[in-house]
T-cell receptor
C-alpha cells in the first residue's frame, strides 16, 4: 500500500519515441522527486520540486524534461533516449518542514523503462 | 559533500541468524539518518530513522543507533526471516540550497540481503 502511485509500471520505447512517466501522490505533500536506479550505479537523484518549483537539477541530460503542474502530480517527459537510459525511475514525495526531525520521503513503486 | 558508505553485498544468511549491515556517513551538521528497504519489483519503503545522536530507530525487529562519535548507523536484527530478503539502503538528509525548507536524501549503494531457509 502506498500513497505514491506511478504509471506506467513498465515501458518499452525506441530511441526516437516520445513518452511520459506520471507520478501522483495522495499524501498532501509539497515536495516531489525523481530518481534513477540502474543496475550498475547507486540511486541517482535527478530533480527536486518544492511547491511546484524546480529547486534542484542534478546535471540531467535535456532529453529528460520534468513537469510539476501542481503539488500532487509530477511528470517526466522522455524523448530521443539512449539505451543507457534503461533503468527503474522512482518518484518520491515529502512534506517540507522547518523541523527536519519530521522529514521523510515516501516512494512510488517505480517505472521500469527499457530503451531499445 | 555529504556521503554514505555501506558494506557491499550480497549478504547471505540462514533463517534465524543475526544480521548486521554496516553504514557510515560523512556530513556537515547533524543530519537525520534513515534505513530504507526495497523488496523485489517494488519501490523503497522507509524502515526506520533517527534524528539525533544516540537515538535508536526500530521497526519490525530491525534496529539502528545514531552514533555521532563513530559516524555510523548500523542496521541490526536478531533473527532474520526469508521474508527479509531485500535490498537495504542507508541514507542521510541534506538541505537543498535554494533558500527554502526542502531537504533531499543522500543514499548509499544498497546492500542485498538473501536469507535462506
Amino acid at each position: 500500500e502506498t500513497g505514491v502511485t506511478q504509471t506506467p509500471r513498465h515501458l518499452v520505447m525506441g530511441m526516437t519515441n516520445k513518452k511520459s512517466l506520471k507520478c501522483e501522490q495522495h499524501l498532501g505533500h509539497n515536495a516531489m522527486y525523481w530518481y534513477k536506479q540502474s543496475a550498475k550505479k547507486p540511486l541517482e537523484l535527478m530533480f527536486v520540486y518544492s511547491l511546484e518549483e524546480r529547486v534542484e537539477n542534478n546535471s540531467v541530460p535535456s532529453r529528460f524534461s520534468p513537469e510539476c503542474p501542481n503539488s500532487s502530480h509530477l511528470f517526466l517527459h522522455l524523448h530521443t533516449l539512449q539505451p543507457e537510459d534503461s533503468a527503474l525511475y522512482l518518484c518520491a514525495s515529502s512534506q517540507d518542514k522547518l523541523d527536519r526531525r519530521f522529514y521523510e520521503q515516501y516512494f512510488g513503486p517505480g517505472t521500469r523503462l527499457t530503451v531499445t | 559533500g555529504n556521503s554514505v558508505t555501506q558494506m557491499e553485498g550480497p549478504v547471505t544468511l540462514s533463517e534465524e541468524a543475526f544480521l548486521t549491515i554496516n553504514c557510515t556517513y560523512t556530513a556537515t551538521g547533524y543530519p537525520s539518518l534513515f534505513w530504507y528497504v526495497q523488496y523485489p519489483g517494488e519501490g523503497l519503503q522507509l524502515l526506520l530513522k533517527a534524528t539525533k545522536a544516540d537515538d535508536k530507530g526500530s521497526n519490525k525487529g530491525f534496529e539502528a543507533t545514531y552514533r555521532k562519535e563513530t559516524t555510523s548507523f548500523h542496521l541490526e536484527k536478531g533473527s532474520v526471516q526469508v521474508s527479509d530478503s531485500a535490498v537495504y539502503f542507508c541514507a542521510l538528509s541534506e538541505e537543498v540550497n535554494y533558500g527554502g525548507a526542502t531537504n533531499k536524501l543522500i543514499f548509499g549503494t544498497g546492500t542485498l540481503l538473501a536469507v535462506q531457509p
